[in-house]
């Protein structure tokens, strides 16, 4: 992965810099110590690290802004984190650049269950924002599978989905106003309480901009009352095939589920030994979840197994009770460990029609024979967001770097089967290289104008998103 | 000019020197008329794909949105933020086309609980005003690649580009349907009400108050949608938790359910009645709170309160200065959808904000030539 040469001219202005940030920050809030600032040398993606010039924490919109001019001023780029959980490299510093982190700013700054809605400042983790509101029956739908740990400023930079995003969307069909802060410095108010911000819709277009728009401080998000209840069945099919033409059918029949969750065997395998679930030896499982009062719940069930039966299941189980669903989602919540268990492996991210799944999945293992590494499938059935998790060896040499042309391939067949790159992981830098895969030049230009724009210095998360040879001649101007 | 394909579109695009007034079914004219020569997507027709089981659909611009919901119908299934039909309200004739309804981000009550046009739009493809053929999202559920432009182009009026495509997410239609009703309430007590519905878990997915129902009185509605047991069981939880606001009768005979939707949605009491229209949107419990400092206006609430249709008769004395500083007061904004239009229309925009989209109206049309005028600074000041 390559990314642009530090330059001298900026690490020579370190002292600069770091004096000028001390006088607009904390002393505790401007980190330059190497020993320290390496706690923010990557994010998840734990391939590519390097340690920053600096680390600053700011603790208001106000420190924000003023730390953000400064940098603006003397030409310094900034990398914007949220906790640094990305998959995808988005939070992945340069050495010549500062660390923007927005764990200060984790308050709640109001909440409002008569217009349901919670303003929080954007350090906040995802699961907390929930915990939050969760005493008056309330929630914040988006989940991704770091919710423990991950920031909502994160969650907006990348637009993250979650298991449940069938029946709830994703964090743009949940964000409803921000306070933000351009590279300049300027502070802006996008939306708030009311649905629909006047104008163009900046927040839709800043939400998914991977932090290279701006630096979102507060956000204003839609909260929901807590369904009734909720039960999954678990289906076991002896095809993908047929397990994907059940997911259709289910679609068509009318009935919405939260989640519709897809496993295939190398997966169902790997997390039985790890997990013991007691998961039906089986060529694909479906977990599919409903939500409502208990008699809502059966009738749902009723007709999701009615449809299921016409395709001949080798195993249909219902959940009667808290603990049954609990063993049917254990399995499925533990696989990402139990491929852990087994070896390194690399999470893709890429979304298909989902018309598509048998032909993909019968590529992805024609793929795993020629290229020697094994993959298992796990994935979000329902808006065909695909999770394959290719397996290899970090110790072994040449190992990632296989690993990491397979899923490339896996990438292109996405895109090619109508598809795309990413569904809720972001470009970073693991997928900026595969950008025109999925888009023409124009395309592309079209959104780097849209940079342009916002940051015309090109500060903000540089080297992410855009192939670097055509974003050049901009990042140069 | 009524170009039938997207390189025919783009070589007009490319090749004019004066402004150009962008059309889809002309249905909804809106903000300062333009002197631009006329340019008409309604040549650029065709369902291109639909995929029942991966609800999804992909149509070109200009395709009537009729054509649109009869597919949709025969596979039992429906767009699910439920546009508008604006030709009632502002005496228009002509075709609705989905491209006019993307461009004008069009969506109706369901919106509270289903989300917008825009959450539904996909993907689109579009001719900027440099003549650019550009394509941004695609037609999958889920995607994060790149920027988000789609959203970008939802309501953009034509200003940034002129949509060729678009692919949309749609949702099956609920077996059944049933409405909740209740007489009398004031303005505030109705809000109230239809708060605690929104705060349930019974999925309510339209919650209106009109002044003036169909018999004069003021009435408040809420929708129930889904399996027939469902709706019956819910509807009846919610006439438990709203006793205390008076009585709820359960209407369950769909058609009238739907027609009932059908006005609300299309805001049929101001159908040919004098006066300007005006669109606002505000956080729901500060609605009643506007519209009683605008005297001899009529409302109608959609979205639990966070959509105000306001009448405001000739003689009525509430000007566009007098309610936008009644709406800035509490923060939202107001959109005037039937009036002068050679007044301000969209809601000015706060200083950074306005850099912002003038920054990106140059970079996508250079030439200022989709459109001018419109949503611009100008028109707002």
Not at chain 1, 316 to 321: A, D
Not at chain 2, 268 to 292: N, Y
Request: net charge negative; hydrophobic share 40%; charged share 20%.
């Amino acid at each position: 992965m390559q990314m642009p040469e530090p330059n001298p001219a900026i690490l020579a202005k370190k002292a600069v810099l770091v004096e000028r940030l001390q006088g607009v920050l904390p002393n505790d809030a401007v980190i330059t110590e190497i020993s320290e600032t390496r706690a923010y040398e990557c994010d998840a993606l734990t391939a590519y690290k390097c340690p920053p010039l600096a680390v600053i924490l700011p603790g208001s919109t106000q420190e924000v802004s003023d730390a953000l001019a400064i940098c603006h001023e003397m030409g310094v780029p900034v990398v914007p984190r949220g906790s640094g959980t990305s998959l995808a490299g988005g939070a992945l510093p340069t050495a010549d650049s500062v660390i923007l982190g927005v764990a200060r700013l984790a308050d709640v700054l109001e909440t409002d269950y008569d217009n349901r809605f919670i303003r929080v400042q954007t350090g906040r983790t995802n699961l907390s924002v929930t915990g939050a509101v969760e005493e008056h029956g309330f929630f914040y739908a988006p989940d991704p599978s770091s919710q423990l740990a991950c920031a909502i400023a994160g969650n907006i930079a990348m637009n993250s989905g979650g298991a449940h995003c069938l029946k709830y969307g994703v964090t743009t069909n949940n964000l409803m106003g921000v306070t933000m802060v351009l590279m300049d410095g300027t502070v802006m108010e996008l939306g708030g309480a009311h649905l629909e911000a006047e104008g163009y819709d900046l927040l839709g277009l800043i939400c998914g901009s991977e932090g290279q728009l701006g630096v979102v401080t507060e956000a204003t998000l839609r909260i929901l009352r807590k369904p009734e209840g909720a039960r999954p069945v678990l289906i076991g099919f002896n095809s993908n095939e047929v397990a994907g033409a059940c997911v259709s059918d289910i679609i068509k029949a009318g009935v919405l589920p939260v989640a519709i969750e897809f496993m295939d065997r190398p997966c169902i395998r790997a997390t039985e030994d790890f997990a013991k679930a007691g998961y039906p030896d089986c060529e694909a499982l479906l977990i599919v979840e409903v939500e409502g009062s208990d008699a809502e719940i059966d009738e749902q069930l009723a007709l999701i197994e009615g449809i299921a039966r016409k395709h001949d299941p080798v195993e249909l189980r219902q959940s009667r009770s808290a603990e049954e669903s609990a063993k049917i989602w254990l399995g499925r919540k533990s696989a990402f460990g139990a491929m852990g268990n087994i070896n390194d492996y690399m999470c893709l991210d890429g979304t298909i029609p989902v018309s598509q799944l048998p032909h993909v999945l019968r590529r992805i293992g024609e793929m795993s024979d020629q290229f020697g590494l094994d993959v298992a499938n796990v994935f979000h059935a329902g808006d065909g967001n695909m999770h394959p998790l290719i397996l290899f060896d970090a110790n072994k040499p040449g190992d990632l770097e296989l690993c990491e042309e397979f899923g490339a391939e896996i990438l292109k067949l996405c895109v090619e089967v109508g598809g795309c790159l990413t569904g809720e992981h972001g470009v970073g830098i693991e997928k900026r290289d595969l950008m025109a895969h999925q888009y023409d030049p124009d395309d592309l230009a079209a959104q780097m104008d849209v940079k342009d724009v916002f940051d015309p210095k090109w500060l903000l998360n540089p080297a992410k998103v855009f192939p670097l040879d055509s974003s050049d001649p901009r990042r140069a101007a | 000019m009524t170009p039938k394909t997207e390189a025919e579109l783009a070589e007009i695009i490319s090749g004019t020197e004066g402004p150009l007034r962008i059309e889809g079914g002309g249905t909804r004219p809106l903000g300062r008329v333009s002197n631009g020569a006329r340019l008409s997507t309604s040549g650029l027709t065709g369902i291109e794909l639909y995929e029942p089981g991966a609800m999804t659909l992909v149509a070109k611009a200009g395709t009537p949105l009729a054509e649109i919901v009869a597919a949709l119908e025969a596979e039992g299934q429906r767009l699910a933020f439920e546009p508008m039909d604006h030709r009632g309200l502002l005496g228009t004739d002509g075709t609705p086309t989905i491209g006019g309804v993307v461009a004008a981000n069009v969506s109706g009550p369901r919106r509270i609980q289903a989300g917008a046009c825009r959450d539904f739009l996909l993907g689109v493809r579009f001719v900027d005003g440099q003549g650019r053929v550009v394509k941004n999202g695609g037609r999958v559920m889920k995607n994060v690649t790149g920027y988000d432009l789609v959203k970008l182009m939802a309501g953009s009026y034509g200003t940034l580009g002129v949509l060729t495509e678009v692919a949309l997410k749609v949702l099956p239609r609920p077996r059944s349907s049933g409405m909740l009703l209740s007489e009398g309430l004031r303005d505030d007590r109705a809000i109230t009400a239809l708060s605690h519905a929104l705060g349930s878990p019974y999925e309510v997915t339209g919650a209106a108050h009109l002044q003036r129902g169909q018999d004069g009185a003021p009435v408040t509605m809420i929708r129930l949608e889904g399996f027939e047991n469902s709706v019956a069981y819910r509807a009846g939880e919610l006439q438990s938790l709203l006793a205390g606001f008076g009585r709820f009768t359960l209407e369950t005979d769909p058609a009238v359910t739907e027609a009932a939707w059908h006005h609300v949605r299309d805001v049929g009491p101001f159908h040919g009645r004098e006066g300007d229209v005006w669109r606002i949107s505000v956080k729901p419990t500060d609605a009643p709170g506007i519209v009683a400092d605008l005297a001899g206006t009529e409302a109608l609430y959609d979205w639990g309160g966070g959509l105000i249709w306001l009448l405001a008769p000739d003689g009525s004395g509430v000007n566009a200065a007098r309610l936008r500083a009644a709406v800035a007061a509490r923060g939202g904004h107001a959109m005037l959808i039937r009036g002068d239009r050679s007044r301000a229309t969209f809601a000015p925009l706060p200083a950074p904000v306005a850099a912002l989209q003038e920054g990106l109206r140059q970079k996508f049309d250079p030439r200022q030539i989709l459109n001018p005028g419109l949503m611009a600074q100008g028109e707002t000041a």
